[in-house]
């Protein structure tokens, strides 16, 4: 390997393996430059390549320097996110795929939330739907997200939180026949994951996203 990518791959272990921990500040580029034996370009190209990968951002200024990034759920969430979005504002991606792979984790995610929903995620699904159906749009988007909360898997809420950032709320509800039947499709989900039904919560929510295409 090059030069660069030696220690690009000996930093990334060290983060990786745990011996740096979250907001730990790595040592400066002049310290790097020392302790591997090349040159500060070739440190610099590495910390660049490691903050595109999101493994660490830098600062400017005296206090500044190169800091290990956080790794939890919510910077997950917020990388896909941005990743995402960057894909279709390239013309990569269309929007008809991202309904479509959106609609069938919406799906999977209703499946899941009956099984897992805790007492918390039924009051913010509840309070979210009932905002829904008051006319309210953009709290169909919060139902959604409170949907993908409740499913207890990390990555599919994950996913799902860029791809309901990317595509905004999920129907038209051109006619007021369309909004009824979207709402009580909405409310069967609510109902089921509420009963623990994860069989007739997919169901329900299959029905909800064919109605919202």
Known sequence: MRPREQVEQQIRSAILSGRFKQGERLPSEAQLTEMFGVGRSTVREALRSLANSGLIFTTPGAAGGSFIEGLDATSLRRKLGETLEHVVHLGRLSDAEVAEVRSALDVKAAALAAEHRTTENLDELEAALETAESG??????????????????????????????????????????????????????????????????????????????
């Open 136 to 213: 309210d749009g953009a709290a169909d988007l919060a139902f959604r997200s409170s949907l993908a909360e409740a499913s207890g898997n990390g990555l599919v809420a994950a996913l799902l939180f860029g791809l309901h950032r990317l595509s905004g709320p999920a129907t038209k509800r051109v006619s007021p026949r369309q909004r009824q039947d979207y709402a009580d499709a909405r409310r069967s989900v609510f109902e089921a994951i509420k009963a623990g039904d994860s069989e007739l919560a997919a169901e329900a929510m299959l029905e909800a996203v064919s109605l919202a295409s």
